[in-house]
Structure formats: C-alpha cells, structure tokens
C-alpha cells in the first residue's frame, strides 16, 4: 500500500467477503446490455435465417459469459481459513498459510505470501476503479491474518 497502512479498531466480523463491486456491476452491466443489442439486432435484420439468428444469440451468450467470468472474483474469510476464488480457480487456505498480504503501489490486485514460499494472486481485492475500497478490503484481510494466523505477520512491514 503506498500509505502507511493503520490498523483498523477492529477486524471485520466472519464471515467476511471482499470482492470488487464496483468492477463485477460494471462488468455484468455491459454484458447485460451486449447480450440485449446483440439479440435485438438478430431480430431486427430481416435477411437473417433461424440460423443465423441462433448463432447472433449463442455470440452474445458467450461474450456475457467471458464478463460474469471476469467478474467472479472474491476473497472469503471465515474462522477456519480464507477462500480465493480468481477466474477460473477456487483455492482454500488455512489462516497459518498465510505469511503477509501484501498491496503495494501498483499492484493490480492483492497479493498473498504464503508459508511455502509462493504468493497467492487475489483478484478480488484489486484497486482498478475503486482503490480506496481495496485498500481498506487489504488491511481487514491483514488486520484478521495477523489475529487469526500464527503470528508471523505481526513484525512484518506494512506495505
């Protein structure tokens, strides 16, 4: 985080989950409204066969499809561990995982360390359009690692 990061009173209740609103309302949207142009101008064109008109709504299914898979991302927390859901990827993490969270100045998305030495992208805390949001998301998901993991967190820099 490029400003010294405050711990926050205290963590977010569990379960808790942090997910980029702003980007999945803004992505369901558009698709909402290619499938609806997309579809209408099947209809509307007079030249077109059954076909056709089937393969212009399968094209806006598809392209609808692509968007709520980019926004499905999202981090849950709960007593027992954080869920990391990407894209196309589910992955469950106990708390003693994760070593840091990490959200630094240009950072498209949060990062987690882990204790075997990899880092974790975490597409659902990422400060594209909203970074005040995912600032405030990445220190919660800190503030509840460093209650609910084994400590190792608690020295490290805040960045």
């Given amino acids: 985080m490029s400003a010294p990061a405050s711990r926050p009173s205290s963590p977010p209740a569990l379960p808790a989950t942090f997910r980029p609103t702003l980007t999945r309302v803004v992505l369901l ?22 076909g056709e008109r089937t393969s212009f709504v399968f094209v806006a299914l598809l392209f609808f499809g692509v968007l709520a898979l980019l926004s499905r991302p999202k981090v849950v927390a709960d007593e027992n561990g954080v869920t990391v859901v990407n894209i196309t990827r589910t992955r469950r993490l106990a708390w ?15 990062f987690l360390d882990l204790s075997d030495g990899t880092s974790l992208p975490t597409l659902g805390i990422q400060p594209g359009i909203a970074r005040e949001h995912a600032i405030r998301d990445a220190r919660a998901l800190r503030a509840l690692t460093e209650l ?4 190792a967190d608690a020295s490290a820099p805040n960045r």
């Avoid at 609910?148 to 400590?151: I, K, Q, S």
């Fill in 29 to 50: 949207a558009v698709g909402a409204a290619m499938f609806a142009v997309i579809t209408a101008v099947a209809m509307i064109l007079e030249n077109l066969s059954p």
């Fill in 96 to 110: 003693a995982e994760i070593v840091r969270v990490n959200l630094r100045a240009g950072d498209p998305w949060v």
């Fill in 148 to 151: 609910h993991g084994d400590g």
